[in-house]
């Protein structure tokens, strides 16, 4: 499982926080459309869910973090398939979907952090910040590097917001 320190906040303009983010980016803009299905977990901290790129192209998700604001650890495993709809289908059989969540993500890479902005239907636009941790490296050091990010990227405390966007959309 690979580990992250997360952190997402509800933002007034994506094109705003871009022009930030690419004079601050390695890599990016990097745009990607995005159909997330989520499917039922016992725990309410787990994730299980199904990114469709392309109908030959997605990957399973499963991930486990606090439903929390601010900055925290989130360990996750990915797995691609060239069969996304037929996955669907099994786990919808098997476990019942949650909810559905489409789209447009805006990719930046600062250093080891993925910064996305994300205009999401029926939600509006928001940033996630995902610093990558190396294998064994203390969350902390994570979470000081997202708060330094989120203060050159002009987002304030007030702005953060818990739970993934299915939540909200659930809400």
């Keep these: 499982m690979a580990r992250n320190i997360e952190i997402k906040a509800r933002i007034d303009s994506v094109e705003r926080v ?8 390695d890599q990016g803009p990097i745009e990607i459309a995005q159909d997330d299905t989520f499917f039922r977990c016992n725990d309410s901290a787990d994730r299980l869910k199904l990114r469709t790129f392309a109908p030959d192209h ?6 486990r973090r606090a439903n929390s604001s601010g900055p925290k650890e989130s360990f996750y495993l990915i797995t691609p398939t060239d069969k996304p709809d037929v996955l669907r289908e099994s786990l919808t059989l098997a ?3 949650v909810g559905r969540v489409r789209k447009q993500r805006r990719l930046f890479i600062v250093g080891r952090t993925r910064v996305h902005l994300d205009r999401v239907e029926g939600l509006g636009e928001f940033l996630e ?9 203390a969350p902390e050091a994570g979470v000081a590097e997202a708060h330094a990010l989120m203060a050159q990227l002009g987002i304030g405390a007030d702005q953060l917001v818990q739970g993934a966007y299915v939540d909200l959309l659930n809400a």
């Design 95 to 97: 476990w019942g979907q």
């Design 129 to 137: 910040l995902e610093v990558v941790l190396k294998e064994g490296e």
């Design 18 to 25: 871009a022009l930030i983010a690419a004079k601050l980016a």
């Design 58 to 63: 997605a990957e399973l998700i499963f991930y």
